[in-house]
Each structure stands twice: as structure tokens, then as C-alpha cells.
């Protein structure tokens, strides 16, 4: 890893050196760090969701069509029906957080590694603050400019990226299909659906 750190050294010093003043140099190489860390990291979300996206799909359907099943089952009185059918949706659904769990730590890698890089420069450096924070005192240091930054940065880029050409043409694939396939049913709707028939 110290080998890969020290090939990339002049690409990232460069973003710390973009601004001449060495403080706001600090916050803005840390802005431009965590921003391509997020770009990284949607990136290998989206090469993920290409390669896993018919077997999501699946699952998807899977929950839909056993939640919905396991609804009509509860109107009919139909008690096994409806055990059988709710397992199988629960089933459908663990599997779908799991990969979402998963998806997530796809999108995150970039972040721990481009702190292990910064702690190679600014380890040491503490940022005093004008004010005491609870649990985090009168100084911060780079993890905590880290993460803030990354933070904005996931939100600056999910409001754009629909309107990127790559990560827009992915937004489509996730949103299209939920409008053509069967709407996921809740047991609100059942409940509602009792009253008015009353």
C-alpha cells in the first residue's frame, strides 16, 4: 500500500497545492479528495449494480410478488397461504438488504483509503477550533475535515448526477422499471380496504 501511496503522492499534493494559502489549500484538497473519493466510489456502485442488476431485478419481483400474495392471502382468511408467503417475501427481502449492505460498501472503499493516505501528510496536524465540541474538544484533526467533506460532497454529487451522462443513464435503469412493475402493496391498504367495505 505504501508503494501505491507514493505513486499517487504528486496527483493528490497536487489538489493541497491548488489554493496558495496553506490552510485554505488543506480545505480545499480535502474537498477535491473526498469528492473524487465519492465519484470512485459511485463508480464501482454503478459497475456493480450492471454486472448484479438482472439478479436485483429479481428480487425485487420476487418481494413485490410474495408481499402482494401474502396480502390478498390475509383477505381471504387463508392463514397457510399467507405464512408461506410472507416467509417467502422476508426471504426475498433479506437477500435484498444484504446486497444493499453490500452496494454500500462498494461505494465507500474510497474513503478509508484516501485517509490512509492522508495520514501519511497531515497526521499530526491539529486544527484548533473556536469553540469546545462535546466528545470532540477544542481541535479536529483530518478525519474529522474528512468526513465532513465527504459528506458534502455525497450530497452535492447525488443532486447532479442524475443529469451526468453515465451515472444519468443509470438513474433511468433504476427508476423506469419501479413505474412498469407491479406496485408493492402495504397492509395499510388492507387495513383501509376493511374500513370501507364496513
Not at 446486497?99 to 484548533?128: C, D, H, K, N, T
Amino acid at each position: 500500500m505504501e508503494d501505491l501511496y507514493r505513486v499517487i503522492d504528486p496527483v493528490f499534493m497536487g489538489l493541497f497545492r491548488l489554493v496558495p494559502d496553506p490552510v485554505a489549500g488543506f480545505f480545499a484538497g480535502t474537498f477535491l479528495l473526498a469528492m473524487i473519493s465519492v465519484v470512485i466510489g459511485q463508480t464501482t456502485l454503478s459497475i456493480a449494480f450492471l454486472f448484479n442488476r438482472k439478479y436485483v431485478e429479481k428480487l425485487n419481483g420476487d418481494l413485490v410478488r410474495w408481499n402482494n400474495l401474502s396480502i390478498d392471502a390475509i383477505k381471504e382468511g387463508n392463514k397457510e397461504a399467507y405464512k408461506s408467503a410472507n416467509e417467502r417475501a422476508n426471504d426475498a427481502f433479506g437477500r435484498l438488504f444484504f446486497f444493499s449492505v453490500a452496494y454500500s460498501a462498494a461505494s465507500l472503499w474510497p474513503a478509508p483509503f484516501a485517509l490512509g493516505w492522508m495520514q501519511r501528510w497531515f497526521s499530526e496536524i491539529a486544527l484548533p477550533l473556536p469553540f469546545n465540541i462535546p466528545l470532540v474538544g477544542s481541535s479536529v484533526h483530518f478525519p474529522f475535515v474528512f468526513i465532513l467533506n465527504f459528506i458534502l460532497a455525497s450530497l452535492i454529487f447525488s443532486s447532479v448526477k442524475p443529469y451526468l451522462p453515465y451515472f444519468g443513464r443509470i438513474h433511468k435503469m433504476l427508476t423506469a422499471p419501479e413505474k412498469e412493475r407491479e406496485r408493492l402493496r402495504s397492509f395499510t391498504e388492507l387495513f383501509e380496504s376493511s374500513k370501507q367495505s364496513l
